[in-house]
């Protein structure tokens, strides 16, 4: 076929072939699913790429004959160890999210579009924080241990037994293991432990008991070593 001497559309042996653009005022489909070896929707120079029906309400993009991406009426899924990257950087792959900026207490990596200075970013090797106003509040580090930058505040009525306290301390030893607090002040160092029938605190040193509470034979006692 020809328009103004110009070559439009051409029949094969397996088909046809148009020159220029197709214009339709409703629907173009394809009368099979076809897969992702051979998408319904491909390129002539590039057959296994391109986008088929995978199933029911169910489409499939395929990239060199492997499916990448999935589109259904729940969502989006990755496909096949597929990623999607931000800004050439990896962000989101079918196993996990990663990124590859750190972040910071002021720009964290995990954040929100209305308040981007509050998130969790990477504080460092192994350790992660939690920043609110872009400020670091809470950290995370590589043994477990949490360290908070502000007041911690506990609130919780009718605390009846230690499962339900505001602050609860386990051990991790069995019930004759120790259980403890410490303290930090203007260079001053102390601890409370807390042990089977007694509770004990120590200022400076270990050998330092400035208090303790606990049964000493007789009934129950509660002493003051000042």
Not at 58 to 86: H, K, P, Q, Y
Request: proline share 1%.
């Amino acid at each position: 076929l020809y328009h103004d001497g110009g070559e439009r559309f051409r029949t094969h042996s397996y088909g046809g072939s148009l020159t220029g653009s197709l214009a339709v005022s409703q629907q173009v489909w394809s009368g099979g699913s076809q897969t992702h070896t051979a998408p319904a929707y491909a390129f002539n120079n590039d057959t296994n790429t391109g986008m088929y029906r995978q199933a029911s309400d169910t489409l499939g993009f395929s990239c060199g004959g492997t499916e990448m991406l999935r589109l259904n009426t729940t969502g989006a899924e990755l496909r096949n160890s597929g990623a999607l990257l931000v800004g050439g950087d990896y962000a989101i792959n079918s196993n996990r999210v990663h990124l590859a900026s750190n972040g910071s207490n002021s720009g964290p990596s995990f954040t929100f579009n209305s308040d981007t200075d509050t998130g969790i970013y990477r504080s460092s090797a192994n350790a992660l924080g939690i920043a609110t106003g872009g400020t670091l509040r809470l950290l995370v580090d590589s043994s477990g241990g949490i360290s908070s930058y502000n007041t911690i505040f506990a609130r919780k009525d009718n605390v009846t037994n230690y499962t339900d306290a505001q602050i609860r301390l386990d051990s991790f030893g069995g019930a004759s293991s120790l259980a403890g607090l410490g303290f930090h002040i203007s260079g001053q160092v102390g601890r409370m432990l807390f042990m089977n029938n007694q509770a004990k605190l120590y200022w400076n040193s270990t050998s330092s008991e400035l208090w303790h509470a606990s049964n000493d034979g007789s009934g129950s006692g509660l002493d003051a070593d000042l």
